[in-house]
């Protein structure tokens, strides 16, 4: 049985989060561009939201 598109997208979210904390600094700054990594989870916040309210009721 393969890994279903439910699993993929929370792994994904665990990835992400796991990457952020491993990259906080003791000063609560980051090892990256935290404009950036907030544009990007932003788009990808909108992105679903637009496909929520684009779906088809069932």
Excluded: H, S
């Excluded at 279903?4 to 792994?11: A, D, V």
């Excluded at 665990?14 to 561009?33: K, P, Q, S, W």
């Excluded at 990808?44 to 684009?54: C, L, P």
């Amino acid at each position: 049985m393969g890994i279903t598109e439910r699993e993929k997208i929370y792994t994904l979210l665990d990835e992400i989060r796991a990457l952020v904390e491993e990259n906080e600094l003791e000063d609560g700054t980051f090892r990256f561009d935290p404009v950036r990594a907030l544009i990007a989870l932003d788009f990808a916040k909108t992105e679903i939201a637009r496909t929520i309210d684009g779906a088809d009721p069932r």
